[in-house]
């Protein structure tokens, strides 16, 4: 099995961002274009940082008192990116979710329907 790259996360996530994005109006679609981005980058940055973490661990436990723990840097770096990342997603579910939302209604369209036959 073929290990995958940072550049081939970050490429497989902006794609799929923009696919899910897609179908929504052109102006909001610039709007959001360099956050799809930035949240592809932490998305690979993510991957890297697990990659490690795999390996080491979050904490490192004293050898002799196993009461004695410390965190190690990249675990508080790994918290604190993936929270920009949920940030990030949330955010733009946000505006997928108004996009969505604008569009016609069906009750919107039959109460109009009958608004337009009663006058």
């Known amino acids: ?10 490429e497989q996530e902006l794609e799929k961002l923009i696919e899910i994005f897609k179908d929504v ?3 909001k679609q610039k709007l959001v ?3 799809l981005q930035e949240t592809a980058y932490l998305k690979s940055e993510l991957f890297v940082m697990h990659q490690v973490l795999d390996e080491v661990g979050m904490i490192k436990v004293h050898p002799t008192d196993k009461t004695k723990q410390k965190t190690l840097p990249i675990a ?3 918290r604190r ?3 920009i990342y949920a940030l990030n997603i949330k955010t ?4 997928l979710g108004k ?3 604008e569009g016609e209604d069906p009750f919107d369209k039959w109460l109009q329907e009958k608004m337009s036959k009663d006058e």
């Open 76 to 78: 508080n770096e790994y």
């Open 33 to 35: 274009q360099g956050l």
């Open 99 to 101: 996009d969505t939302m």
């Open 1 to 10: 099995m073929k290990a995958i790259s940072k550049t081939e996360v970050f």
């Open 25 to 27: 109006e052109e102006s």
């Open 92 to 95: 733009l579910n946000g505006i």
């Open 81 to 83: 990116t993936a929270n």
